[in-house]
């Protein structure tokens, strides 16, 4: 009886290219909806999202936990290396091959013993994270996948390293494949270290982009998008602060009240120097979100679990969501 062939053997091998200055690519995708936890510790606690006909469930593993949006740097990795081969001609496939070297330098990160430990706890992250979503789906049909459907070290016949392979699952390829539904961030992205700032960064690249009428949404309607589970009052002060500091590369933060609810309004920052291009179709006023634990700095792998905060809350009303005049 002949062995039925894997996926592994159906797939053609896409060597990934030694590139730190490659741009950084994201799928809008996972710019808009809540993908990824926030939070440092350890999550495990589902996230769930409803608006209107999007749906969608984040769930993991006790052991590893969601996959958080540092974990998601390997996927801007995989998207960036994708998108340019794409453009330049050479053939693609979900089945990629790399060496965490080239992984970790293109995430601006250290290439240390312990970096190389944090990138495997990445990839067995991504790799347990479970979602189920009706994005790209047709009607309210569902699709169920991991961000890797498998990793593995590769080993040279002498012995020594060759370094990893891993597949992406077809949701996540299909929607890199797609240029319209691909944006270029800012080299700087990697630089911020905050959950929520990384989170608010690409919620304002996504929304924002290079539209100079801006946009803005209302805190307490971006507490809801971003799934935090800090209380509403220090997710708020967290906000603040980051318009204060205006650390988010391109862009002007400020915070406005009209009438009894405080906005938070976003608009291009023409005297910076945006590395990132233009939004290639128009916005929509859906975000994403998560949890976010601020003074937690630890790196993940063996952190214990936390405790089991509530469920996130439901999308709001959508009209709090709101181009700039």
Known sequence: ?????????????????????????????LMAYPFFSLAKSRRVVPIRFEA?????????????????????????????????????????S???????????????RGTGQTEYLALRASLDRLQSTTVQTSIRQAGR????????????????????????ELILPDWFYSG???????LTLDRTYFQLTGGIERWLYRLVRKHGGRQ?????????????????LQRYRDFALHVRAL??????????????RIGTADWLAFRRDDAACLSTGPVEQAVDGVGMGSGDHRHEAREIGGAALGRSPAPNPLEPARDKGLGLP
């Not at 979900?94 to 601006?108: D, H, N, V």
């Open 94 to 108: 979900r089945l990629m091959a790399a060496t965490p070297y080239e992984i970790l330098r293109f995430t601006q």
């Open 212 to 228: 100079r009428s801006g946009w803005r949404f209302e805190l307490r309607y971006l507490h809801a998008k971003s799934g935090s």
């Open 176 to 182: 890199v494949i797609d240029n319209a539904l691909v």
């Open 141 to 164: 049909r569902m699709h169920r996948f991991s961000w890797i459907n498998e990793w593995r070290d590769c080993v040279r016949p002498d012995g020594r390293s060759a370094g990893i």
């Open 243 to 256: 318009a204060e500091r205006q650390s988010l590369p391109g862009y002007r933060l400020v915070i406005e």
């Open 52 to 92: 209107g006909a999007v749906s969608l469930t984040v769930e993991g593993v006790p052991e590893h936990g969601i996959a958080t949006i540092w974990d998601a740097d390997v996927l801007i990795w995989a998207a960036s290396q994708i998108v340019q081969a794409r453009d330049e001609g050479r053939p693609t």
């Open 1 to 29: 009886m002949s062995r039925r062939p894997g996926e592994r053997e159906q797939l053609a091998l896409f060597r990934a290219l030694p590139a730190e200055d490659m741009a950084l690519r994201d799928a809008q995708d």
